[in-house]
């Protein structure tokens, strides 16, 4: 639950080539079900800014999607599921505790790894990395990053 609450973010996305673009969005997490699940929604560009005809940011694309993630104690991780219809992207990850960080791994149904990380995590920031494998982690490909500031924390408001 430590993220619960909303995101202001910067968005870094990589292409292959090594061209980099920049973009923000935000995120809003809480709890559902309950209490017995998180639900987060993450939006690129943000939702003031999103109109028809806006350009789709490369790599990245334009997302407007949620995350449904249940903890399950039996094998002390998170069945997490990503649903974009944006972007018609569907996802299965489990997501453990590494040291600090929140890793998260599943694969899509072309049979290629996908990890996504929270790093650097604070009571007011993370960093996400969104990263992809297509040689079964041979070696991976930096897709996207984010960077995430609480809403209305002085580190938001330090940093717009």
């Given at each position: 639950?430590?993220?619960?609450?909303?995101?202001?973010?910067?968005?870094?996305s990589?292409?292959?080539?090594?061209?980099?673009?920049?973009?923000?969005?935000e995120?809003?997490?809480?709890?559902?079900?309950?209490?017995?699940?998180?639900?987060?929604?993450w939006?690129?560009?943000?939702?003031?800014?999103?109109?028809?005809?806006?350009?789709?940011?490369?790599?990245?694309?334009?997302?407007?999607?949620?995350?449904?993630?249940?903890?399950?104690?039996?094998?002390?991780?998170?069945?997490?599921?990503?649903?974009?219809?944006?972007?018609?992207?569907?996802?299965?990850?489990?997501?453990?505790?590494?040291?600090?960080?929140?890793?998260?791994?599943?694969?899509?149904?072309?049979?290629?790894?996908?990890?996504?990380?929270?790093?650097?995590?604070?009571?007011?920031?993370?960093?996400w990395l969104?990263?992809?494998?297509?040689?079964?982690?041979?070696?991976?490909?930096?897709?996207?990053?984010?960077?995430?500031?609480?809403?209305?924390?002085?580190?938001?408001?330090?940093?717009?």
């Amino acid at each position: 639950g430590q993220f619960v609450g909303s995101w202001n973010t910067d968005i870094v996305s990589h292409e292959q080539n090594g061209t980099d673009h920049c973009g923000n969005g935000e995120i809003h997490f809480g709890w559902v079900l309950e209490g017995r699940a998180i639900q987060d929604v993450w939006m690129i560009p943000r939702r003031a800014e999103r109109r028809p005809g806006i350009p789709t940011m490369p790599v990245a694309g334009n997302w407007y999607g949620t995350t449904l993630r249940v903890y399950d104690p039996a094998i002390d991780a998170w069945h997490i599921l990503w649903t974009d219809p944006a972007n018609q992207i569907y996802t299965q990850q489990i997501g453990r505790r590494r040291g600090n960080d929140i890793v998260q791994e599943g694969r899509l149904s072309n049979g290629a790894i996908l990890r996504w990380s929270f790093t650097e995590i604070t009571p007011n920031s993370f960093h996400w990395l969104g990263e992809h494998s297509a040689d079964d982690g041979a070696s991976w490909w930096l897709q996207v990053e984010v960077i995430a500031r609480r809403a209305g924390s002085a580190a938001a408001s330090e940093s717009a």
